[in-house]
T-cell receptor, first 114, second 116 residues
């Protein structure tokens, strides 16, 4: 069975602070994909990143960075110099290599205060 | 707009009524997915199609739920004899198939169902 745990249900930071959202996953598959999605107050899930299990290189995109550690089954997401517009619920998800269903974590609500 | 679209955006119904939702995927995507999201939770997988074939169904999808994708383009999700527990946001997503080895799914805005 596949499982994704986002232990932080809610995080509150002040603008310009750095913040890390944790994601821990469980799977028996040797090949899989990991994802992060953003769900702003408008409600529509926005795709942020996909990572293959065989590529542990960390990735940076502007103020966003992702740290994938297969040894600890974690795929953490860091926002540098947070902004009010980053306020949203962020979901980590696990997908099988064949590409069908995604298993989502419970989400972390990030509130960035001015 | 070339994203995933869903109709209606909101639906209020009385317990016991039937409801049907529609999803139009991104045009070149051959895979289509349905998820359900309740308040404060992450989306839960319901079912998915590759072209017109329904390839997987979750145990969450009771006999009262049926989904179709008759021509491999748009899809419908029908809930018969709705119950208050069916109140949720129903999300549709689409993606390219396995030939790319990737499955990032692009989501529509959802249909919020309220069963009174």
């Amino acid at each position: 069975a596949q499982k994704v745990t986002q232990a932080q249900t809610e995080i509150s930071v002040v603008e310009k602070e750095d913040v890390t959202l944790d994601c821990v996953y469980e799977t028996r598959d040797t090949t899989y994909y990991l994802f992060w999605y953003k769900q702003p107050p408008s409600g529509e899930l926005v795709f942020l990143i996909r990572r293959n299990s065989f590529d542990e290189q960390n990735e940076i995109s502007g103020r966003y960075s992702w740290n994938f550690q297969k040894s600890t089954s974690s795929f953490n997401f860091t926002i540098t110099a947070s902004q009010v517009v980053d306020s949203a619920v962020y979901f980590c998800a696990l997908g099988r290599y064949a590409g069908n269903m995604l298993t989502f974590g419970g989400g972390t609500r990030l509130m960035v205060k001015p | 707009d070339t994203g995933v679209s869903q109709d209606p955006r909101h639906k209020i119904t009385k317990r016991g009524q039937n409801v049907t939702f529609r999803c139009d995927p991104i045009s070149e995507h051959n895979r289509l997915y349905w998820y359900r999201q309740t308040l404060g939770q992450g989306p839960e997988f319901l079912t998915y199609f590759q072209n017109e074939a329904q390839l997987e169904k979750s145990r969450l999808l009771s006999d009262r739920f049926s989904a179709e994708r008759p021509k491999g383009s748009f899809s419908t999700l029908e809930i018969q004899r709705t119950e208050q527990g069916d109140s949720a946001m129903y999300l549709c997503a689409s993606s390219l198939g396995p030939t790319t080895g990737a499955n990032e799914q692009f989501f529509g805005p959802g249909t919020r169902l309220t069963v009174l």
